[in-house]
Structure formats: structure tokens, C-alpha cells
């Protein structure tokens, strides 16, 4: 059975680039792999999709015809995709790649708060073992407080499709090493990112309770990549398949952050 590899994160935080990045990756170490493109907005792709959703279903048209804004369109337009998911799921089963690479739309609405995201994955993945990557912007997690709603939000969608989960840094190439340093700083030690916050971000905790808060939302692994330079992908790929050999059962075992 395939492995499926799921990449989530906030509008431009560098999914597609890393789902083509990873494809090269996964294909120049002899393994087979192939890209769901989930994302039926975008108009060009930086990898060539093995299955798309825009062959399902058209924004464009969406919104023409029920009057409905980009957001809207795109949330109806996953509604309608729910529809049509056994054409799609036998599109997925007809392949047989080692591992999937599932590349989603940015809007996060659609896997944090809303049922159609999870509805949609757990349909084409199955029965298969699956791993989310849940990526945050390394250019706004430089700054503490974007960092910790980025955590909360990772949270949020482990919630709601609670998959194994990996927090992964992108564009460490952008990143000023000290600055780097002091984001990987943060997932050693959790009270030094409850200290460079600023207090007015938990006006409704103490710090006793902030930095327990911070102990939960950082116990997902993470990894720091750049799908620029391909620094980063051999631990991604490590910890990505320690994830899937282990299944769901991973979080009973204890876990190490690979930083
Ligand atoms: N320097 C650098 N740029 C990156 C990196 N990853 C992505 N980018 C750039 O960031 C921009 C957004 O990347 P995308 O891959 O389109 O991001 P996305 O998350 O798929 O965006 P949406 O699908 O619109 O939510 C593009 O200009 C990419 O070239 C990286 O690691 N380093
Ligand atoms: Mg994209």
C-alpha cells in the first residue's frame, strides 16, 4: 500500500514548492512517487500533477455562476468535490506510486474548522499510513507572536484530521542564521518563546499556563527545510518515514525533534 504524504499550511507558506521538491527528492533516491494536487485555485503548479482536482471541478466557473468570492468559491467548490470522491479515489487506486505526495489549497478553513478537508482526506488515503506536514512560514516565525499562532493553528488541524503530524520551518535560505537559531531555540525550550512574547499575546493566562500550553503545542516533531537550496529534506524524509513505519501508533513511542 502507498505511503501518503500530506502537505498543509497557511496560504504561501511553501506547499507546492515543497510537494514538487519533495518529488524530486523522493524520485532521485529511487523511489516512486506521484502528486494529488488538491488545490483547485491555483493557476500554475511548479511540478506536473499525476491527479488534479481542477480536472474535477472548476473555481472559475463557481463563481460565475453562484455569484460566490474566491474563498467561497473554493470552499463550495470542496463541497462539490466530496461529491465526486469515488471518480476520484479510483483515479488514485488505479496508480501505484510508493508514496503519494497530496499538495492542499492554502485557505485553512477548509481542513481546520471545517468537516469537507478531513471528509476528503481520510477518503483518498484509506486504509493507507499517512503523515501530515504541517508547514509555517519560516519568514513570519521569525517574528515570537506569529510563531505561536502558527502552533496553534498546526493544533487545529491536528485536531481535526488527527494524522500523525510533523511541524515543518520553510525558507531557512531567507532566514539570517541568528534569527534561525532562535526559532530552533524556541522548540528546545519553550519557556524562551514564552519569554520573547509579548504579553499582551496572553493576557488571559498566566505564564505558569503559557508555558504549559507551549509544552502540548510543540510536541510535534519539526524539521527546518529549504525547498530553495533542498537543505533539510534528508531529515524530513527520515522523520516523514519514521512517522509512516510507525502508524498511528507513533505518539505512544517517545519522539526526538530532528532540528
Ligand atoms: N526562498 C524560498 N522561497 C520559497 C521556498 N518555498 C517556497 N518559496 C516561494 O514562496 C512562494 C509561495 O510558494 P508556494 O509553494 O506557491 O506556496 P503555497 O503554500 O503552495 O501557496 P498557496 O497554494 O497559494 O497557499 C513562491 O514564490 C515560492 O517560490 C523556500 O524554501 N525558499
Ligand atoms: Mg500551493
Redesign the pocket.
Known sequence: MPYFIIIL??????????AGSLLNYLESHNLDAAVINL?PA?EKL?YDPDIDVRDYIDVGELMVKQGLGPNGALVASMDLLALKISDLKEEVESLRPNYFII?T??QMELFAFRETGPILLNAITGDSRRVSLF?VDGLQAVNPNNLLSSLFLSASVHARLTFPQVNVI?????IPEEELNKILGYFEDPYALADALTSSSYLIWSRDEVELLLEKLMMFDVVK????TGEGFDDLYAIAQRVLAGGEDYYTEESNPVL
Not at 170 to 174: G, H, R
Not at 225 to 228: A, G, I, R
Open positions: 499550511g497557511t496560504a504561501g507558506s511553501g506547499k507546492s514548492t515543497l488545490d491555483v511548479p499538495d489549497p492554502g508547514l520553510t525558507k531557512i535560505d531567507l527545510v529549504s525547498n530553495t
